[in-house]
Structures are given as C-alpha cells and as structure tokens.
C-alpha cells in the first residue's frame, strides 16, 4: 500500500494537467492514513 502511494506522487506538487489539486488529495490520505495506523485499525 506505501509502495502504491509513493509510486503515484513523483509528478507533484505541479503537474500540467492535473494543476495542484492532487497535493491536496494526496496530504488527505496521508492524514486518514496516519490515524488510522495510530488508532490500530490497519
């Protein structure tokens, strides 16, 4: 799952097509991520 994640990010934080929204997307699934690995639900 790390893997996948670090894989799909090298473009940013600027890509032509994509403008800077998948920053955003992708600091929200960290976010969730990250709670759940400390609340132990992954």
């Known amino acids: ?20 929204g998948p920053s955003g997307t992708v600091c929200a699934g960290l976010i969730v991520m990250l709670w759940l690995v400390l609340t132990g639900r992954v």
């Open 1 to 20: 799952m790390d893997l996948l994640l670090v894989a799909s990010v090298p473009a940013w934080p600027y890509s032509r097509t994509w403008g800077y």
